[in-house]
Every structure is written in C-alpha cells, then in structure tokens.
C-alpha cells in the first residue's frame, strides 16, 4: 500500500504526473477512484485531501462520472462538454497537486501544482485533438471506442500511480512527449474544438 505522506518528493513528483495526466483524461474517474481507494484503507491521502474520501464527495464526482461517460460518447456534443471541461480539468488537477504537496517546502509547492496543471492540460489538449479528429465520422462507433478508451486509461494510470509511481510516472511523460511532439495538430485541434462548439451553441 502506497504511502504518500512519506514516499521521497521525486516519488510523490511522478505520482503527480500520472494523476494529473489521469484527470486531463478524465478528472471525475480520476477523483472518484482515489477517494474510493482511501476510503476502504488502500490510498493514505494527505491531511489536505481528506475530503476526497468522503461520501458526499465519492457520491457527487461518481455521478459526473456517469453524466460525463455517456456526454462524452455523443458526437457534437462532446465538443461542448470537452470545451468547457478545458477550465475545469485544468485548475483541480493543479489543486490536487497543490494539497498533496502541503508538507513541502513553498518552492516545490507551487513546482508541483504547475506540474499537474501543465500535465492535466497536455493530456486535455491530446485528448480534444483525437476527439476533434474523429468527431466529423459519421458513424458514432470511433466516437464511443475512443472515450471508453480514454476512460479506461484514466482509471488505470490512476490505480497504477497507487501502486507504481514511477511506471504511472513514465507512461505519463510518454505520453505528454508523444503528445507534445504532435503539438502543431494538437493546436489546430484545440481551435477546431472551440469552433466546433460555438457553433453547435449557436445553432
């Protein structure tokens, strides 16, 4: 069982990317499990993530769960839900690094809660890009294959952060390379999304 209010800072350093990688996928996933996993005693949390194994909190982020796993599936509406997602993805991951970071000093602090965002905005960013790519097919099966597939990589980079920091670690930064090296088609994804969702609002 992970500990991580005493595990080395460059352990705890690569959990934060895998969990912030997680929740640029699917931040609800992504919280639902860790409060899941201290609340039956596999997962210690930090003083100041507490809150995230209480019922209320399980309860509320396993609803957006479900809401999110069948928005996700809908071709066009996806596009929305994805858009608006990049302003909340984004700063919870940061917070979750920031409160899982409380015992460190202020410089490695604020290191860790841009790790998590900048993470969590890479993954974001890869994942609208792939959505935006195969959102003009069709047919809905690529749509739905792709988010289970992201739904199912969330839950498990998530359960291996607990378990394996350093290989949830480096399947993150994988990923984030790939991602960032692909970066050019991210970009115009990202701006074909917004686009896209303006439009599907205006209509």
Do not use: C
Request: hydrophobic share 60%; glycine share 4%; aromatic share 8%.
């Amino acid at each position: 069982m992970l500990n991580v209010l005493k595990i080395p800072p460059s352990e705890l350093f690569a959990l934060l990317a895998a969990i912030g990688f997680a929740a640029g996928l699917n931040l609800y996933a992504t919280v639902s499990l860790l409060g899941l996993l201290a609340r039956f005693g596999h997962l210690p949390l930090p003083p100041h993530l507490q809150l995230l194994a209480s019922w209320p909190v399980i309860a509320a982020s396993l609803t957006l769960f479900v809401i999110e796993f069948f928005a996700d599936k809908i071709p066009a509406f996806d596009l929305i839900w994805n858009a608006l997602h990049t302003f909340i993805r984004v700063p919870v991951a940061g917070l979750l690094a920031y409160q899982a970071t409380s015992q460190l000093s202020p410089e490695h602090q604020l290191l860790a809660t841009l790790l998590g965002a900048a993470v969590a905005l890479i993954a974001h960013s890869g994942k609208t890009a792939a959505r935006a790519a195969i959102t003009t097919s069709p047919e809905p099966l690529s749509n739905i294959s792709l988010s289970l597939s992201e739904d199912v990589l969330a839950i498990a980079l998530t359960w291996l952060a607990t378990r394996h920091p350093y290989a949830a670690g480096t399947l993150a930064t994988i990923f984030v390379v790939i991602i960032i090296v692909l970066m050019r088609w991210v970009i115009r994804a990202m701006r074909a999304l917004f686009r896209g969702a303006e439009h599907e609002l205006a209509g």
